[in-house]
């Protein structure tokens, strides 16, 4: 949980979150009462001036993947094929979009080179560090994004089945299923003003072929 505070004085404010018992192994902020947390399951705090992590903390429930990705790398004498497919899952609400989606396919060393195309987002790869990227600024929500072509290596060294990993993002929409039901702030009489946003951004996600 990152808080952003642009508040004068010394405004006391009360968290209640949704779904709070699934949360799990949380640590807080030095400014959290951790016994209004521990009695409660409300988070009551001071917040110091600007931006700081408030909270960092483990979903005891197994979190779903929003998106799903479907890797086929076969190796031959020579060359190998690539077949790359990720879509949505019915987990994603129609209404939000996967944005700032980058699959990576780390070739080995003695990878000569790939031709690989896609009809979404852009195919880069890397002669130096025979990395590929295929990056989608956004998930189209009609069609499935497929990444398809080859590659050659040197026969002398047949190359291991590379492992993929997938990086995303989803704005306004928790994948954790944590919500915050109210904001109260005392201890100040001027007006405020609650803004919540939620972000859902998978990193270090990694499918074997």
């Known amino acids: 949980m990152e808080v952003d505070s642009q508040m004068a004085g010394l405004p006391d404010i009360t968290l209640r979150i949704l779904n709070a018992s699934s949360i799990d192994d949380i640590g807080f902020h030095p400014c959290v009462r951790l016994k209004r947390w521990e009695q409660e399951k409300t988070i009551s705090f001071i917040p110091p001036d600007g931006k700081f992590q408030m909270a960092k903390y483990l979903i005891r429930n197994s979190v779903q993947m929003p998106i799903y990705v479907k890797p086929q790398i076969l190796v031959g004498e020579q060359t190998g ?3 790359v497919m990720i879509g949505s899952k019915h987990t994603v609400p129609r ?11 780390p070739f080995s060393k003695n990878c000569i080179g790939t031709n690989l195309t896609s009809k979404f987002g852009v195919v880069i790869f890397d002669e130096v ?3 590929c990227h295929w990056k989608m600024s956004k998930l189209p ?3 499935t994004p497929i990444l398809e072509g080859n590659f050659t290596f040197d ?3 047949p190359p291991a089945k590379p492992t993929v990993s997938v990086n995303f993002m989803i704005n306004m929409w928790a994948a954790s299923g944590l919500k915050v039901d109210s904001m109260t702030l005392t201890n100040e009489k001027y007006s405020h003003f609650k803004g919540v946003r ?6 270090q996600i990694q499918i074997r072929c």
């Open 129 to 131: 560090t025979k990395i």
């Open 198 to 203: 939620s972000i859902t951004s998978g990193g």
């Open 81 to 83: 094929t690539v077949h």
């Open 155 to 157: 026969p002398e060294h």
């Open 141 to 143: 929500k009609v069609e």
């Open 95 to 105: 209404d939000k979009d996967i944005e700032d989606i980058v699959v990576t396919i």
